[in-house]
């Protein structure tokens, strides 16, 4: 603990103002992804099980609730994957990583806001909102990684990464908690029973990601514009040219593009699986709002130490190997639900596997990013995680599309689960094929040119 502290205290101001954000955002990932409002669209405003009906050209059909759901994270998702390439860039050669951030942040929380007010039946209306706002939550994500191998050496890189995952989960179980409180227990804030609602959690979690972003906006500042050939232009045209010089270039970052198609693979585990446990939960266990609640509470609070566990992890035996771990853990877990009732009764397995994803999930998500950050050249850090970002949009187009199908052919949530463990086999296989020390290299020497 005495040299943990120690390493903590190295941390700059900087990279403290920066992984205040992972506080900030993770209230969105929780509330709005993960726990609340996903139910809620998907169980109320989408019509749960029953579907929604819907006519298209004379043919008509029904999607249930849960499809739908996944459908309106694909729009989001796509949506990202068009902006994030050519944001990334821009932001490089612009210079301006930390004011698109402000300006994303902002748009996200407007058009988080408007989910407040859609009613039921609104599936349509309430899908396309929800993915406006997914969209900007992403490439948020994507410019706010993009500071990492500017804000921390390479030695500290692993524990950093680690740290503000852990820093995240405790705000988003905190969000979370509050928001249980809101629902379940408004007297103890000193309200009536009955006194809020889904749309007034909704707003608590869009000035919860405003207010505590203002550390980064104010403490994080903006490097210097990458200069391309002695030209400092951050022009459309300039933009797309760089964007085919990088294609051009993936030969030499062999190993990053090589990690890249490992992460499009389990990070449509992870998220696919995060933002469809409270469905599971609510249609095969028949959990309540309030019990799936202290579930995600209690993911969340394990998953902190689990992401201080693997930062250490990284820096001793490598951002791969820790990596390699987690998959493996995620796919127990993952195995586990599918066959709940082996031990004890579903909803005390539930709970355990839950927990084990906890542990591992700040784990997957700590050490992908910083095996991702050591393999990029800090000048190009906007545009490289940009394509990260867009590896876990592809990863989130096909995880939902694989979920929406396979539930909805085989109306078997237990099912989909499976398809998602085959994604974390995938995975893990091509992530044997990454050479950690060459990734490196490759970044340090195209960094010092």
Same mark, same amino acid.
């Given at each position: ?45 989408? +019509?749960?099980?029953? $579907?929604?009906?819907?006519?298209? &050209?004379?043919?008509?059909? %029904? /999607?249930?609730? !849960?499809? #739908?759901? @996944? ?55 309430? +899908?396309?909102?929800? $993915?406006?706002?997914?969209?900007? &939550?992403?490439?948020?994500? %994507? /410019?706010?990684? !993009?500071? #990492?191998? @500017? ?65 980064? &906006? ?232």
């Amino acid at each position: 603990m005495g040299k943990l502290l120690l390493r903590l205290k190295g941390f700059g101001g900087e990279t403290w103002s920066w992984m205040t954000y992972d506080f900030a955002n993770s209230a969105f990932a929780t509330s709005i992804i993960a726990v609340i409002f996903n139910k809620y669209y998907a169980g109320v405003i989408a +019509g749960g099980p029953a $579907g929604t009906d819907f006519e298209f &050209f004379g043919y008509h059909f %029904n /999607l249930p609730g !849960a499809s #739908l759901f @996944q459908l309106s994270v694909l729009f989001g998702t796509l949506l990202t994957v068009l902006i994030s390439p050519f944001l990334g860039i821009f932001a490089d050669l612009s210079g301006k990583k930390k004011k698109l951030l402000v300006l994303i942040v902002m748009i996200g929380g407007v058009a988080t806001a408007g989910l407040a007010f859609i009613n039921p039946g609104d599936a349509i209306e309430g +899908g396309l909102l929800y $993915g406006i706002a997914l969209c900007m &939550f992403l490439l948020s994500l %994507n /410019l706010y990684n !993009a500071f #990492l191998p @500017q804000i921390c050496s390479p030695k500290n890189i692993g524990l950093v990464s680690g740290f503000s995952w852990a820093i995240g989960y405790i705000g988003g179980g905190s969000c979370l908690l509050l928001n249980l409180i809101m629902l379940e227990n408004p007297e103890l804030l000193g309200f009536e029973s009955g006194t809020f609602g889904v749309g007034h959690v909704i707003i608590s979690v869009v000035l919860w990601w405003w207010l505590f972003s203002l550390p980064t &906006f104010i403490g994080v500042r903006d490097r210097p514009p990458r200069v391309v050939s002695g030209n400092q232009s951050a022009s459309p045209k300039q933009v797309i040219a760089n964007l085919k010089e990088t294609f051009k270039e993936m030969k030499r970052f062999r190993q990053l593009w090589i990690f890249l198609v490992a992460y499009l693979f389990f990070t449509n585990g992870i998220e696919t699986s995060i933002s469809s446990a409270s469905i599971f939960g609510d249609e095969e266990l028949h959990m309540d709002t309030g019990a799936l609640i202290v579930l995600f509470l209690m993911v969340q609070f394990a998953a902190f130490p689990g992401a201080l566990i693997f930062g250490f992890l990284v820096d001793k035996i490598g951002n791969k190997k820790a990596l390699t771990i987690a998959l493996i853990g995620w796919i127990i877990a993952l195995t586990w639900v599918f066959k709940l009732g082996i031990f004890f009764d579903p909803v005390t397995e539930f709970h355990l596997a839950a927990a084990l994803v906890g542990l591992v999930m700040g784990g997957s998500q700590a050490s992908a990013r910083s095996l991702f950050a050591s393999f990029t050249p800090p000048k190009r850090s906007a545009e490289f995680f940009s394509f990260y970002g867009v590896a876990g949009r592809l990863a989130s187009m096909m995880g939902p599309l694989t979920f929406a199908t396979v539930n909805t052919a085989t109306r078997s949530l237990r099912m989909a689960i499976i398809a998602m463990v085959i994604f974390f086999a995938i995975g893990l296989i091509a992530l044997t094929r990454v050479n950690e020390a060459e990734g490196i290299k490759t970044a340090r020497e195209a960094d010092a040119e």
